[in-house]
């Protein structure tokens, strides 16, 4: 029962199903990954291997599901980390569940979801203010820059990237990659 809780925490509600299955849902326990911001969760041993070689493939069956094939790991209006058992609220846009700080940023999501749901061509896992390498998992907040996702350490690096964004952009842009699949191992 423990295991199941930790694993719901990190995972998010229940009825997540597996995005390389479909209408399997995904277990609570066992291997996980992270893509974009994006955690998804298997139903099998199989699945992980398949979707960490083809992501994209995944992310756009996942956009044809009813039920959410995965949980983005911050509020997509205040951009900041936020887990599962902490949310006021959920949406599901194409496939993926979002959580939200409050019910207003929940409205605001609403009115424009494909505003707040774009993708990124290009991520940096390193803080652009700090310099500091971060993980997806462990990353405090996130910004988009032009084609390029950034993530923040601290809460203390945001206001240095608000006031000058395209400098700190300009430092890490050599860091950009494309996204890349995380594995998670929740126990």
Known sequence: MLTTLVAAIVMGPSGMMCPVMGEHEAKSTGAMADYAGIRFGF??????PLFEKE??????????SAKPMGLFL????SMRRIEA????????YKGIQYGFENETSKRLFDKEPAKFTKMPAQEVLMC???????S???AFAFADYKDMRVYFCCADCIKPWSDNPGQFAEKVRD????????K???K
């Open 128 to 134: 652009p203010v700090s310099g500091e390498t971060i």
């Open 43 to 48: 139903c099998c041993a199989s699945c992980p």
């Open 74 to 77: 911050f509020d997509p209006i």
């Open 136 to 138: 997806v998992d462990k």
């Open 85 to 92: 058992k902490n949310a006021k609220a959920f949406s599901t």
């Open 55 to 64: 992501p994209g493939k995944y992310l756009k069956a996942a956009e044809k």
């Open 175 to 182: 860091k950009a990659t494309k996204p890349k699949v995380a």
């Open 184 to 186: 998670v191992v929740v």
